[in-house]
């Protein structure tokens, strides 16, 4: 069929089966959006800022599994949205940008709004083109949707010429996508995963290690099924949260600087790691040398690259975790033995009891822990946590009763202050149905503050937790503890009415102080089905403990105290 | 870790950007270029890029590892048994003694490939170690000018 490429753009998303885009137009990717405002295949989303967009699109990826598609112009619509592709390649979220660009005739002269997009993308993308001809569209188009949920999820950027998308073709969608030097290893190679059992049928203190990767591909029954036959204790990564199950008494909880007591112990006498998806991060890490020091480590990873890039890994295995789970515990049925490692078992559960996850409650303030207890109660398994980044984030990992993978929506790697309130709305347009709270910090949530306008006017019920201490909180504890309490530029006193500006913005907005009105402005918030801030005042400076200093050994951690710490309090 | 040199070649699609790609993931990941050539591969639509580079064995293994992710990265050869060979072209001043310089590009694979009115041009090919040696016997003869090929190797 002959049609422009704008049209060939649509008809591909269509064909990807997209249902949702979120974008911004301008000069350069007017002709696509000529033919959206034509179309009924898909809805676009406007949000207010193409940071946002990407963030949104990555929310929906994050919340469903499928591509989350974003578009922009050419310039500042592209550079805006570099924050959104970085925050996705970091967590490996499957993703696919489109952006305008100067006619092919301009690029290289310094054109009005004309930016190196793929050349600023590349160390933040898995691939990205440039579309130099009209006949190449359809085989991009298709390629970047394969590229993104193909073997390690990434984001993917498409970088289209203004001239292109205005230029009559053939449109042929390609059945399917032949890129030789693009074979990811899906199968484990079997004799490293028969070693790999061995190990595991040898060990005395077993630990699984699980990362975002479980949550990536969809395997989390097949890891909680391996954990229940030989009653393997496990730790979950902050990207991993939900896998387990907050209720499952084999997870010991999260590890790494925040990660709690046992789960730090486990890894720290653990005689075997197996490690599913996960990248050992520096902030799970620690000190290199002193991590797991007494153990053997399974890595299973669909990305090579990840397998020996900081740890000497004895059972390298590449491959797809389901696929590898899957002959793992084809392999251990009826050879385990869940009471070979009862005492092991038992070490951890007296490790927990010394140091649980705690913090001290408080009759005069609202403590932040309470305040994501009490969501965790209110709403449990059935809502949609997404969240920004700092202290807030860390007690949302630390004491939200995660249930399921995907329920738990975060930006990991690249610590993106400004993810979670667009992410919810992406969270929200695929889960209608599902209440989606972003719980968020005094200085993240201004980062992308505009929403409240694109939530209010498509009517995308996200409520956003405010847990408001005044602070950028997380730097603020870092300078109480490591610069002298010198408070350099963390003081966020002055500060806008949240209630005055989410009802400015045609949304509603609470101002808590009370337990009894935090429990209120929830109900009330759902029930009233609209964007709100619900402004939370937390005690200022409360502490994300436990804490193991950057770069110190997992089990050298600064541990709660008993009684309250509410100090410098008003 | 001690570092050690590699070569290694890498075949990849040729197309545009392809190069920015490999120099990049070089820069954004700290890894050292000593050499790098690029030229297409004959009736293909490849390219062959040699890299020599330096580095402990765990950041060579992710040199490899990195290379293989980017999607036009069709192949990734880390030499061993291989032969390398290395160009360098020298200018000499015309008042230095042809026969001598002849001699000594002879000596290393090479000859004299230029003379002009002021200037003679040799060339030699080698590898890359004999080449260092015979840069430093055409001191003697006051180079004007040195330039050399990088690094190109086949396995055998």
Known sequence: MKMNGAQMVCEALIAEGVKTVFGYPGGAIMNVYDEIYKQDGFEHILNRHEQASVHAADGY????????????????????????LATAYMDSIPMVVISGQVPLSLIGTDGFQEIDAVGISRPCTKHNYLVRELSELPRIMKEAFHIARTGRPGPVLVDIPKDITAEFGEFVYPESVDIPSFKPTVKGNKRQIEKAIEAILKAKKPLLYIGGGVTLSDSSDLVRKIAEMGQIPAVETLMARGVMGAKNPLLQGMLGMHGNYSSNMAMSETDLVISLGARFDDRVTGKLSEFAKYADIIHVDIDPANIGKLVDVDYPIVGD???????????????????????WREVLERYDNLHPQSYVDSDKVIKPQWAIERIGELLGEQAIITSDVGQHQMWAAQHYPFDRPRQWINSGGLGTMGFGFPAALGAKK?????????????GSILMNVQELVTAAEYKIPVINII????FLGMVRQWQTFFYEERYSETDLSFQPNFKALAEA??????????KAEFDAAIKDAIEKDKVAFINVQVARFEN???????????????LPKKEDNTKGEK | MENVRRVISVLVENESSVLSRISGLFAGRGYNIETLTVAPVPNSNLSHITIVTKGSARVLEQITKQLHKLVPVYKVIEHD??????MVLVKFPIEESLADIEALCAAYNGGIVNVG?????????????????FLEATQRYNPIEIVRGGVVAIER
């Open chain 1, 61 to 84: 990826a994050r919340a469903t599994g499928d591509v989350g598609v974003a578009m922009v112009t050419s310039g500042p619509g592209f550079t805006n949205a570099v924050t959104g």
């Open chain 1, 430 to 442: 695929a889960f209608p149905e599902k209440t989606v709270v972003n719980i968020t910090g005094d």
């Open chain 1, 467 to 470: 847990l408001n201490n005044h």
């Open chain 2, 81 to 86: 048994e291989m032969v390398e060979k290395e």
């Open chain 1, 544 to 558: 994300v403990l436990p804490m193991v200093p950057a770069a110190g050994a997992l089990y050298n951690m600064m």
């Open chain 2, 117 to 133: 009115v002021n200037i003679c041009i040799g060339m030699v090919a080698d590898e890359p170690c004999r080449v260092r040696h």
């Open chain 1, 505 to 514: 913005c045609h949304g509603i907005g609470y101002d808590v102080t009370t």
């Open chain 1, 321 to 343: 975790l389901a696929n590898v789970l899957e002959k793992f515990i084809e392999g251990l049925e009826g050879k385990i033995k869940p009471e070979r490692y009862t005492d």
